[in-house]
């Protein structure tokens, strides 16, 4: 019923930069919450940032100041702008995002969907 694509990861050097976009498609009539997890080699996923629908955010630790989340409710769509990139930052991105919508038999339902993930390495 929905799907989220991601993109923008790549290969990058220590102190550089990217920026994750992730396009909510199908029967979206409201993004709830949308964030970002990641999947560090050998460490199991954790949250890296999240957004309300109200603008809200939320950070890891590790990534505050570095990296900040914003959303294009309009695009359905989420984005991670990553600087000052450091190679402990190599995992790979997934994007999540709680979804409400009718289904065709007009049914509201909020279901929380994943992407495929995006591939983020940083690397000199």
């Known amino acids: 019923q929905v799907q989220l694509v991601e993109s923008g990861g790549g290969l990058v050097q220590p102190g550089g930069s990217l920026r994750l976009s992730c396009a909510a498609s199908?029967?979206?009539?409201?993004?709830?919450?949308m964030a970002w997890f990641c999947q560090p080699p050998g460490n199991e996923g954790e949250l890296v940032a999240g957004?309300?629908?109200?603008?809200?955010?939320r950070y890891a630790e590790a990534v505050k100041g570095r990296f900040s989340i914003s959303r294009d409710n309009a695009k359905n769509m989420v984005a991670l702008e990553m600087n000052s990139l450091k190679p402990e930052d190599t995992a790979v991105y997934y994007c999540n995002a709680d979804i409400g919508g009718y289904s065709k038999s007009s049914l509201y339902s909020r279901t929380e969907y994943w992407g495929q993930g995006t591939q983020v390495t940083v690397s000199s």
């Open positions: 199908g029967r979206v009539l409201w993004i709830y919450n």
């Open positions: 957004i309300t629908s109200g603008g809200t955010t």
